[in-house]
């Protein structure tokens, strides 16, 4: 298993995700609203928005998963935050990264990843709008299409955030 890695500038990025106070706060409708309509269009039984944290990711907002976070090292969203495009993990099983992953390996069975970054105002990335499957997947242009339009929209939300207060 590799790790998620820590950005070089980590400590600028985990300043930007705090100022927002999204972290440990309860659901909200705006939020949710987004992550099931991923699952609905993107015919997933897990979808998820994600704050990545120094140790954790939390889940701002779940669907088909009862946990709240998961440790950042084991999280495939630490690795999506690297760069700004989409994160595709067709066959998590089949890729040396994550194979033995305890996300994989254990009771989530993670097969299929995709995670679509989500930046603060100032253009860090703390976190991503991810979709999850318990078998491996592709991605076509009208699925990628989808996935890049719920991640400008959630963006939005998220500066709005920052304006708000």
Known sequence: MTP????PDEDARLHALHTLNLLD??????????????AEQLAMPVALMTLIDRERQWF???????????ARDVSFCGHAIVKSELFIVEDAQRDPRFADNPLVTGDLRVRFYAGAPLNAPDGHRIGTLCVIDTEPRCFGPVELSILKALQALVNDT???VEEAQ
């Not at 998620?4 to 950005?7: G, I, M, N, R, Y």
């Not at 701002?60 to 998961?70: A, C, M, P």
């Open 4 to 7: 998620a890695p820590q950005l």
């Open 25 to 38: 706060t309860p659901p909200e409708e705006r939020f949710d609203r987004v992550v099931r309509f991923a």
């Open 60 to 70: 701002k907002s779940r669907l088909g998963v009862t946990v709240e976070e998961t």
């Open 158 to 160: 998220i500066a709005g």
